[in-house]
């Protein structure tokens, strides 16, 4: 237990505790996390329930776990809208679970009483994002930092010295500020008199103005500029240092987590499809998300800024209807084609792509027609040509080049769709090419290295091997080339660098 735990006063913020926790084990993780979820409901009124009407699940958070140890900083990192933030927030009780279990310090998290959350809050703070919404403009930087200690009554005993309590946390705050990179003399100024990187400045001085053990930070400088970006993610390096935090880092960017993060878990979809220690994720990636994430990230050297990058097709499903099987199938570069066909996989992918259009996006034959009159408009000629449309769809999901029996179940969906029958062209594409990725959902497999997707399914793998024993088992796999399988180095670029941010 800290020392605010106890209720006795914070006498200065430069030290560091020996973090040896409360309940749990000092080798046992700070927070563990199983099946955590958190689903929201929509059409669930009164009269939808009269209705007898089945609420609609948005699954954000669909049965994360994830084990933080005392401290390491573990990064959760995927796109927008992957349930990142509302895991970080449900693991803190700021939302209430839907299901799942979260221990902290060996402590049932939501079996807390009021009174234990209280106790809980003072231990794990949390730094939000956008440092202009997060900071109240009407209340000053100090009275924001002091806010936490007032409402906890810190401290519990007027100090020793003679100061009042609130002469206390004035104080508290001005070195808390100070200490963050700011000065003691603007702890009377409002938020809108700082810049972006000051103002998270004083979103971390915040945090840390009770003391606490664990703190999620989520995507704490996504919303700063590049040049300020390196400060504040030294700031917290140095922070988590002094006072033996522990980090719960949400980004969305990999190229900010390499350089902070001890281990990495990527999310997608509510789900955690990948994690490991920091350098395994970056040059080992195995799940096919992960990689596409890793392509995407700036490199530093100048032979690689020119390389292609394979931008994921299509959007994140929505959480309201996720795909069958595997949630990553309806983008995946790699999903595994049934054993009936053997076609290059970009041609799957585009296969695959129409058929999910046609299925889960209400793709219609006419919005090709209207697509192909808007081109020949003005064209008192123009005629619906079959020929031209099917071309189109050739073009627009890379159906060029197939050959036999593949291609002629293609050519038989795109004509039942010129004759508008979209639903009859899918059933065509889907008994012919339904992808195992899609009847079964992979299982998030393995100990220090762990990926949920078929093509690891059967996989030994060890972190600590040999990058070629690593390229030998990966080459293994369902049939992938070596070469497909491994995508560029994943050097995340360096940190980003720049002038001090006041
Ligand atoms: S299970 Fe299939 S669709 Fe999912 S990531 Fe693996 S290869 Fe891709």
């Known amino acids: 237990m800290t020392d605010a735990d106890d209720g ?35 059409d669930d009124s009164l009269l939808d329930r009269l209705l007898g009407r089945e609420p609609t699940s948005v699954k954000a958070v669909d049965g994360v776990d994830l084990d933080v140890r005392r401290g390491e900083t573990l990064g959760v990192v995927g796109e927008s809208g992957c349930g990142k933030s509302t895991a970080g927030e449900t693991l803190l009780r700021l939302r209430e679970a839907t299901d799942g279990t979260v221990e902290f310090d060996g402590e049932d998290v939501m079996a807390m009483s009021d009174e234990e959350l209280t106790r809980f809050r003072r231990r794990a703070g949390i730094v ?31 100090p020793a010295d003679g100061r009042s309590k609130r002469e206390w946390r004035r104080d508290r705050a001005a ?77 969305h960017d990999l190229s900010v987590v390499r350089h902070i993060c001890d281990r990495v878990a990527v999310m997608y979809l509510g789900e955690i499809v990948e994690s490991g220690p920091t350098d395994a994720i970056f040059e080992s990636p195995k799940h096919p998300y992960t990689e596409a994430l890793l392509e995407a990230v700036p490199r530093a050297s100048v032979e690689e800024q020119g390389r292609r990058v394979d931008a994921l097709s299509g959007d994140v499903p929505s959480p309201r209807d996720p795909p069958s099987g595997c949630h990553f199938r309806t983008r995946c570069p790699e999903v595994i084609q049934p054993p009936t066909i053997d076609i290059p996989q970009e041609q799957y992918r585009g296969v695959m792509d129409l058929r999910d259009r046609l ?11 209207e697509t192909l009159a808007s081109e020949h ?29 593949t291609m002629d179940t293609v050519e038989d969906a795109l004509e039942i769709l010129v ?36 093509l690891h399914a059967d996989e030994d793998y060890d972190v600590d091997l040999d990058p070629e024993d690593v390229g030998t088992a990966m080459g293994g796999m369902a049939g992938m080339p070596d070469g497909a399988r491994n995508s560029d180095e994943g050097d995340g670029s360096a940190a980003p660098t720049g002038p001090e941010d006041r």
């Open 359 to 369: 299925e889960r996006e209400g793709f219609s034959a006419e919005s090709v027609w």
């Open 128 to 158: 939000f994002q956008d440092p202009f919404s997060s900071l109240d403009p009407r209340m000053t930087v100090g009275d924001i930092v002091i806010e936490g200690l007032a409402i906890h009554d810190e401290p519990a005993d007027p």
């Open 419 to 454: 004759n508008g029958r979209e639903g009859e062209a899918a059933d065509r594409l889907r008994d012919a090419f339904t992808s195992p990725c899609e009847e079964e959902e992979p299982i998030l497999t393995g100990e220090t290295h762990a990926v949920s997707c078929h």
């Open 8 to 42: 006795a006063p914070v006498e200065t913020v430069g030290r560091r505790e020996a973090r040896s926790g409360g309940g749990g084990a000092p080798d046992e993780p700070l927070v563990r996390v199983r099946g955590l979820r958190k689903y929201y409901y929509e």
């Open 175 to 251: 070195e808390l500020l100070e200490r963050v990179g700011l000065s003691a003399d603007q702890i009377d100024r409002y938020p809108h008199e700082f810049s972006g990187g000051q103002r998270q400045r004083v979103g971390i001085a915040r945090a840390l103005a009770l003391d606490p053990e664990f703190v999620v930070l989520d995507e704490p400088v996504s919303a700063l500029d590049v040049s300020v970006q390196a400060q504040i993610l030294n700031l917290l390096g140095d922070l988590q240092e002094e006072f033996g935090l522990t980090y719960l880092f949400i980004a």
């Open 377 to 405: 408009a003005g064209d008192d000629e123009f005629e619906r040509d079959p020929v031209a449309f099917k071309e189109t769809l050739r073009e627009e999901f890379d159906l060029h080049g197939l050959t036999g029996a």
